[in-house]
């Protein structure tokens, strides 16, 4: 056969870059950038051949697992039906749990069926990686704009200036930002005249790249953002211009920000005052601007005020909602606010019901996942007694894991979709395996709805499932099984089920032009012979506001670019009074506690974080000889007067605790990180029994999140606090015994 050509959207990380893979039989003999890709215009980085050497990679699971040994579908099907319908049987809905992992919010099939099988279920115990990362920012926006996904985006193409928190686009590409190759959009903010303002713990590679770099003590940039705004009113530099009509509450903000002063927020920012003055001054002085803060913003103590105050200075600089400010996206499937409508919506309710143990609130339709230990661990009624895992490793991804480990161990039942034996699946009873990246359809249903253009591109799958099973169909035999159907329920029909109701929703959008039609003519529109993820995403691009089809997908491999980001204010807006709310009451009322950190001492205490590198990809690319060779990257980066302070040496072991545990790690002693703070990659710790991933366990690192305390989240979000972990730091020597 002679070798053909695929082109392939990048499943691993936000940025969707377009993929030209060149195959011979079933093999990936090449990968390059895809150079005529619309969005990504040949970009890629080094994970993209992880394509190729997760597809070749033998430890990936190509066989169901039943009790650590190979089985049938038929079989595993049959023992999870088991498992499952005990655990329902004797403790209810509830006593079964799910977690949802960070890929599959990557994965056009689990994002069509995953919300299948948790309806089917109907347990108040659903958690997913999204409680270590984006719920504040899902919360601020939802009590904001009204929907969760109404994130604005910074317009970095057209904007000059723009200033970054907690966010290192350099190593990650891009989050809750979809755009491909961040290190040539930032070159060119600067090239046309702009500025990136940075502020870290680190300095990380955007830092450098940026034209300055501010040191920030970890957890403290909702201060630091008071202050800004505070500078604009004190020095009259607020202009909200068509934003004011726009929004409600609008008043409240000043006297918010009244005590958080420059000089009363320094110290605990770290920032010296007029620093901060200077910034607000060329942020409020910018022609167009943007503020952008990402995960250190959020997996922190004030992460969903931090979040609200990032879009409250958008708006205060008249930036939001306008080109080359902070944008909404309009994508092409998918989005509940694809149509503009009046700006009146329901608005987000969350805390309809709260965590059993420790009565923390749901946030759409989710418990905060460092309560999933304690669900595990803690009799009584509605205790957790099976977990269902797609996608996901919370055994390193999540807070305490040494906690977590022990309940999971304890559990009645667990079973897992997913490729590897590793931390997390080991404790399976059966593991259901996923396909390959080349075996499976693609289209970024969540991820272009935070691009920074309109774009949309559908890839099929370069081959065909080894074994004839695409994860979808897993996925539906599982909420088949949770309704009661048993494990050999007719598939066909219960998609077709899934198709009706899809249809049904896009024709229930009040906003769309489609409202009130008959959803069967949407269906019938599809090519006859279309079935499972594929007609589904054809009817949701026949429903979405750019009038596309699958087919039209089709005949683009490189994509279709539906053109820049457009104001969209107020039509994507879904709140009950129809106006942006700029003070929402459960935000007002957290901001005493940020006010009460105002006068808490730092005096000399070491704070951990974390920190990306372009190479690995969270917990689970450290089976990929290309991606994992080279120099140990799990090390704790030291400040210099931190390792002379506590002893440490440059690659000699430190011990760290904090009050959820202790780790042993090298040292790297680095001036690129700030007094008082470490930083620790999350994501390793490969080696421990039972996992089969030959290459990882070489490369095994330490698992930081033994460190993360389970109880310290942000109180509205739920969201662990990952960054800002307080720990103490001592040298191993020879003599002492390893921690247990
Ligand atoms: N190569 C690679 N790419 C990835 C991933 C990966 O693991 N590797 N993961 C993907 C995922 S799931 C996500 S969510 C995104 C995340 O994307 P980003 O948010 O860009 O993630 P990071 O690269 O971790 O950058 C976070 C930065 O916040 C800093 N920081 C920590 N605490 C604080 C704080 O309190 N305040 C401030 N201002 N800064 C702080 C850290 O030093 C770090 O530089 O990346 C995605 N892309
Ligand atoms: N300390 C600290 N902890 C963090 C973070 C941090 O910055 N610091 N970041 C947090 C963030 S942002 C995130 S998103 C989470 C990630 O948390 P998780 O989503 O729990 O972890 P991942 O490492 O992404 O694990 C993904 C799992 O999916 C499997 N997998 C990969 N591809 C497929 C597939 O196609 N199909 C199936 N079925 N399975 C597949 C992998 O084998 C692996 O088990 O970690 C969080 N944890
Ligand atoms: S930047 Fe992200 S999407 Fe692009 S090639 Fe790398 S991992 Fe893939
Ligand atoms: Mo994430």
Known sequence: MSPRTAYRTCPFCEATCGLELTLDGDRVTRVRGDDDDVHSHGFLCPKATGVQALHDDPDRLRTPLVGGRPASWEEALAAVDDGLSRVLEAGGRD??????????????????????????????????????????????????????????????????????????????????????????????????????????????????????????????????????????????????????????????????????????VAPACGIPAPEIRRVARELAGAQRAAVYGRIGTCTQEFGTLASWLVDVLNVLTGNLDRPGGAMFTRAAAGSRTAHDGDGRGRGVRLGRWRSRVRGLDET???????????????????????????????????????????????????????????????HADVILPGASPLEKPHYDLALYQLAVRNVANYSPPPLAPADGRPEWRTLLA?????????????????????????????????????????PSALLDACPADRRGPERILDVMLRAGPHDLTLDALLAAPHGIDLGPLEPRLPGVL???????????????????????????????????????????????????????????????????????????????????????????????????????????????????????????????????????????????????????????????????????
């Open 574 to 740: 879904r709140t009950p009074s129809g106006k942006v709310e700029l003070a929402p009451a459960p935000i007002v009322a957290d901001v005493e506690r940020l006010r009460a950190a105002l006068a808490r001492p730092v005096n000399g205490q070491v704070v951990l974080i974390g920190r990306r590198h372009l190479r690995s990809n969270n917990s689970w690319m450290h089976n990929l000889e290309p991606l994992v060779k080279g120099k140990d990257r799990c090390t704790m980066h030291v400040h210099p007067s931190d390792a002379a302070r506590f002893e440490l040496e440059d690659g000699a072991p430190a011990r760290v605790s904090s009050a959820a545990g202790t780790v042993e790690v090298p040292v790297e002693v680095t001036e690129d990180v700030m007094a008082g703070v470490v930083s620790i990659p999350h994501g390793w710790g490969h080696d421990v029994d039972g996992v089969e991933m030959r290459v990882a366990s070489a490369h095994a690192g330490t698992n930081s999140n033994v460190l993360a305390d389970e109880t310290l989240v942000d109180p509205l979000s739920g969201n662990a606090v990952l960054n800002g972990i307080p720990v103490e730091l001592a040298p191993v020597r020879a003599a002492e015994p390893a921690p247990a």
């Open 478 to 518: 599982l909420a088949a099984i949770v309704a009661g159907q048993g494990p050999d329920a007719d598939l066909g029909a219960l998609d077709d089920m899934v198709a009706q109701e899809v249809a049904r929703r896009q024709t229930s959008d009040p906003a769309s032009p489609l409202s009130g039609q008959d």
């Open 95 to 264: 006593a079964v749990a799910v977690y949802l992992g960070n890929p599959s919010a990557h994965n056009l099939e689990s994002m069509i069926y995953a919300p299948v099988m948790l309806k089917a279920l109907g347990s108040r115990n659903l958690y997913s990686a999204s409680t270590v990362d984006q719920r504040p920012k899902e919360v601020s926006s939802g009590l904001m704009f009204g929907a969760g996904l109404s994130v604005p985006v910074p317009d970095v193409d057209r904007c000059d200036h723009l200033l970054i928190l907690g966010a290192n686009p350099l190593a990650s590409n891009g989050s809750l930002l979809t755009a491909p190759d961040m290190r040539g959009r930032l070159r060119a903010i600067r090239e046309r005249g702009g500025k990136v303002v940075v502020f870290d713990p680190r300095r990380s590679r955007t830092a450098e790249e940026a034209s300055e770099h501010h040191f920030i003590r970890p957890g403290t940039d909702a201060l630091l953002l008071f202050a800004l705004a505070h500078v604009l009113y004190a020095e009259g530099l607020t202009a909200p211009g068509r934003l004011a009509g726009l929004c409600a509450g609008l008043e409240e903000i000043e006297p918010l920000a009244a005590p958080f002063t420059p000089e009363a």
């Open 364 to 426: 759409y339709g989710e418990l905060p996942v460092a309560c999933l230990a304690e669900e595990i661990d803690t009799p009584g009624e509605g205790q957790v007694r099976a977990l269902i895992t797609l996608a996901g490793n919370p055994a390193l991804s999540t807070p305490n894991s040494g906690r977590l480990a022990r309940a999971l161990e304890s559990l009645d039942f667990m079973v897992s979709v997913d490729i590897y034996v590793n931390e997390t699946t080991r």
